[in-house]
């Protein structure tokens, strides 16, 4: 298993109206090529402006796939003009992770 564990903070005080933007016009295109994320999280406590999801794959190749089925979807395209235009995102960080040896994941 592979999971891309990304890492959103936004600028102070536009959390909300990003996460408003992505669950509009985001998730479900996003959903429909990566199937249902691990987790998708906001701060509660420390960094209140960002947030998490984690997206599970077999491996690099089906990472690979799905993702760039995701990036030729017009519909993605769309959104991410959206986000970017809104400009609530400060910054992005990806970690793609896998379990240890005595861990077996449940996901």
């Not at 691990?38 to 077999?58: F, K, R």
């Amino acid at each position: 298993m592979l999971y891309d564990v990304r890492t959103y903070t936004c600028h102070p005080g536009k959390i909300k109206k990003h996460l408003a933007l992505y669950a509009e016009h985001g998730f479900d295109v996003q959903r429909r090529h990566l199937g249902e994320p691990l987790a998708y999280m906001q701060t509660e406590t420390g960094d209140v402006n960002s947030y998490v999801h984690i997206w599970v794959y077999e491996d690099a190749a089906d990472r690979a796939r799905k993702r760039a089925a995701l990036q030729s979807d017009p519909e993605w395209a769309q959104y991410l003009i959206r986000s970017a235009e809104a400009g609530c995102l400060l910054a992005q960080r990806n970690q793609l992770m896998t379990p240890v040896s005595f861990f077996t994941p449940k996901a």
